[in-house]
């Protein structure tokens, strides 16, 4: 091996460290064409999402490699499993602004095939380059419904329930902690808690073990990607209709409580700041006894709070029906 630990050529960044990830995927041709083949299974359509991270955008260049591969793929798997599809493959394209070491390569790649064996899915294809600005990692990943049943974000109606899996907020400030590790004393947090929270930052879990469910219950369905308020307001919008929810009935995790009791600005902060990666649904009255039973069996808590309206505005209401008014509506790259 040279002394030089980085690699400076393509083919020994795709040949070295990708192409092992194409590995059981006939259409990607071990990754020595030009492109990749795919179809989707008899009676089903492709689902098709894209979506960039970037160093200093979406996670920090301090974070490791292995956390960073399994994210990006893990952040564009989610909207999959908020469509109710199953992943079958995914194109990559990376950016440098100077050549990547050796072990950032095989802890990046080490953190990409941990997610393609947690979601079922194989790299295709894609494309390297050296460019000005931080470390960009594009998936475009795609999956498969049956034909004309994709879970779409824009067929809410009022009177649905206005459901979200898992706990909110966390990943916000396991962000807080990874920039300031002194946090979790002010916090009072034990080591546990601070690991969660780490961990729903560094490593975001899509819902595919709802995607059955999804299909046969949900009206609309999308993850809350950027945080719960904007989110909701990009279905209403869509919908054309509003909703009304129950401030004291967001799911919040013991770890979240903890930082609330300890600092409420941050964690009041971080409850709409975005990357969740849960799924935002609207369900049926009729259908939330069998959703929820269905999603418990999953192991994935499911929480109605609140309702889907007639009036075009969002309300955020406490217990005694005042409005409860936000610092941060959610994230937005402009």
């Not at 091996?1 to 071990?30: K, N, R």
């Not at 969740?276 to 649904?281: A, R, V």
């Amino acid at each position: 091996m040279s002394a030089d630990p980085s690699l400076h050529s393509e083919e020994a960044i795709i040949q070295g460290f990708l192409a092992p990830l194409a590995a059981g995927a006939p259409g990607a041709f071990e990754l020595k064409d030009d492109c990749a083949t795919a179809a989707p299974s008899a009676g089903c359509e492709f689902v098709l999402k894209t979506d960039a991270i970037a160093a200093g955008v979406h996670f920090l260049a301090t974070d490791r490699p292995e956390d960073i591969g399994w994210k990006a793929l893990a952040v564009n798997v989610s909207d999959l499993a908020a469509k109710g599809a199953t992943p079958v493959g995914y194109l990559m394209s990376l950016a440098f602004p100077t050549a990547p070491t050796r072990e950032w390569m095989s802890g990046f790649a080490s953190g990409l095939a941990q997610a393609q064996r947690a979601f079922g899915i194989h790299l295709l294809g894609g494309d390297t380059d050296r460019r000005p600005g931080p470390i960009s990692i594009t998936p475009a990943v795609f999956g498969e419904v049956p034909v004309g049943r994709m879970v779409r974000r824009a067929t809410a109606q009022a009177s649905d329930f206005v459901c979200v899996t898992g706990t909110l907020g966390d990943s916000g400030l396991g962000l807080r902690l990874q920039q300031d590790r002194t946090l979790a004393d002010k916090w009072n947090l034990s080591a546990a808690q601070a690991k969660y929270l780490r961990i729903r930052y560094l490593r975001p879990s899509p819902r595919l073990a709802l995607r059955d469910s999804l299909l046969r219950h949900a009206r609309a369905s999308m993850d809350i990607s950027d945080g719960l308020m904007k989110d909701l307001g990009r279905m209403c919008r869509a919908s054309g209709i509003g909703a009304r929810i129950d401030y004291t009935s967001l799911p919040l995790s013991d770890a979240f409580k903890a930082v609330r009791n300890a600092d409420p600005a941050a964690a009041e902060a971080s409850l709409f700041a975005g990357d969740d990666y849960e799924i935002l649904t609207a369900i049926p009255p009729e259908r939330m006894p069998q959703y929820k039973a269905e999603a418990l069996v999953a192991g994935i808590e499911v929480t109605d709070i609140g309702m889907f309206t007639v009036p075009i505005t969002i309300q955020l209401r406490d217990s005694n029906d005042n409005e409860v008014q936000t610092s941060k509506s959610g994230w937005d790259h402009f």
